[in-house]
């Protein structure tokens, strides 16, 4: 499962209770040989909540992967023109994000990202992480299951009891899901039970 000399876009979203169990890939793909540019949405880079600061968050993604990350439009707009990625990531993808991906909208970085890698028909791989995945956001992860280039990390309801509609990645499923869509392919199978 080498990633060697591959240029791989994370985009890192607002599911603030996931990110302990992201910075771990993260590790894992920089391991792998991939150059790794972290990219943050706005509610990412600015906000500190329980589970810890966005100062903090950004220093560990730097540390990690040795590179600046990514944190405004502007930074984000030169990956279409210059091809600068071999695949974008979002992990988590929050319900907010792939609605907006689903519907076309780019207001953050991470979206930025992802629009200007699908203009170089490049894969992006969705790592959801979303309390509505089975309910209002269903709509936008079936157009996003149907859209060429995205590819999504096999998901399970997280706590069917307690909250029937909500959808989370197997994280550890990140780095199968990257190469399986390098080869134009989507993991299977994509649902797991918890």
Avoid: W
Wanted: hydrophobic share 40%.
């Amino acid at each position: 499962m080498q990633l060697n000399g591959l240029t791989i876009g994370f985009g890192i979203t607002g599911s603030f209770c996931t990110h302990n169990q992201i910075i771990p890939e993260v590790q894992k793909i920089v391991e792998l040989g991939a150059n790794v540019i972290p990219i943050l949405s706005y509610s990412t880079r600015d906000t500190d909540t329980r589970f810890g600061t966005a100062k903090d968050l950004i220093f560990r993604l730097e540390t990690i992967t040795g590179n600046k990350c990514i944190k405004t439009i502007v930074e984000a707009e030169p990956i279409g023109p210059k091809s600068l990625l071999d695949v974008m990531v979002v992990a988590p993808c929050t319900g907010n994000t792939l609605a907006k991906l689903a519907n076309g909208i780019t207001d953050t970085p991470v979206t930025m990202a992802c629009k200007a890698q699908l203009r170089n028909n490049k894969p992006v791989v969705l790592a959801i992480s979303t309390n509505d995945g089975l309910g209002a956001n269903a709509k936008n992860l079936a157009v996003i299951l149907n859209t060429k280039n995205y590819y999504v990390v096999p998901f399970c309801q997280d706590d069917p009891e307690n909250k029937p509609n909500s959808l989370v990645a197997k994280t550890e499923m990140i780095v199968p899901a990257i190469l399986s869509a390098l080869k134009g392919k989507q993991i299977q199978p994509i649902l797991y039970g918890k």
